[in-house]
């Protein structure tokens, strides 16, 4: 079964960097993903698309402080520079027969 | 540039009916498969169902099967969500969304189950 597993919860300091965590379920590794990320009250926001290679292609107006990397089954999205505005909940995605989201990632700029 | 407008959502008594429909612009929807995703108030998103760019294939979360049906109209560039037999665990914001690995999201239309 497809499953994405991500930490309920991650925190950083303003100004700093931060790797979020997105692992799928055995079996799965060469799958893609997507992130999504979803400021308070807001719908969600794509981010970008991740390759199980690493290479990853990002939405209209996502800036250079979002990037994504990939090693196994596990897909990575860093962002440096943290904002305030970065606070937000960040959810991984992908597909098999059905769509597929993580849990999501609650996200504390301190 | 693509737009995703919702609309349909509302208060509705558990046992009811809603139909919630999502226009699309700014691209080919003929082209692209597009999906209902939700959110509960508090929780995380959760995919409702898919239709292929033709509407040949069709999924559901087994959390709907049986009383959500999804359908579109490529001439009229819109997605449609029937739901019938609510439940107050259904009520969520409801997004379309396209196209399997997400790009687009649409701003939500709320579903409120409720007597």
């Known amino acids: 079964q497809l499953v994405l597993t991500q930490s309920p919860s991650a925190s950083a300091s303003l100004g700093a960097s931060v790797k979020l965590t997105c692992t799928l379920s055995?079996?799965?590794?060469?799958?893609?993903i997507a992130w999504h990320q979803q400021q308070p009250e807001k719908g969600p926001r794509y981010l970008m698309k991740?390759?199980?290679?690493?290479?990853?292609s990002k939405g209209d107006g996502i800036p250079d402080r979002f990037s994504g990397s990939s090693s196994g089954a596990e897909r990575y999205l860093t962002i440096s520079s943290l904002q305030s505005e970065d606070e937000a909940d960040y959810y991984c995605?992908?597909?098999?027969?059905?769509?597929?989201f993580g849990g999501g990632t609650k996200l504390t700029v301190l | 540039e693509v737009q995703l407008v919702e609309s349909g959502g509302g208060l509705v008594q558990p046992g009811g009916s809603l139909r919630l429909s999502c226009a699309a612009s700014?691209?080919?929807?003929?082209?692209?498969?597009m999906n209902w995703v939700r959110q509960a108030p508090g929780k995380g998103l959760e995919w409702v169902s898919y239709?292929?760019?033709?509407?040949?294939?069709?999924y559901y979360a087994d959390s709907v099967k049986g009383r959500f049906t999804i359908s579109r109209d490529n001439a009229k560039n819109s997605l449609y969500l029937q739901m019938n037999s609510l439940r107050a665990e259904d009520t969520a914001v409801y997004y379309c969304?396209?196209?399997?690995?997400?790009?687009?999201w649409g701003q939500g239309t709320l579903v409120t189950v409720s007597s």
């Open positions: 969304a396209s196209p399997k690995l997400v790009r687009f």
């Open positions: 700014g691209f080919t929807f003929s082209s692209y498969e």
């Open positions: 239709i292929s760019s033709s509407g040949s294939t069709i």
């Open positions: 055995s079996g799965h590794s060469s799958y893609a």
């Open positions: 991740l390759n199980s290679d690493g290479s990853h």
């Open positions: 995605q992908t597909w098999g027969t059905d769509v597929v």
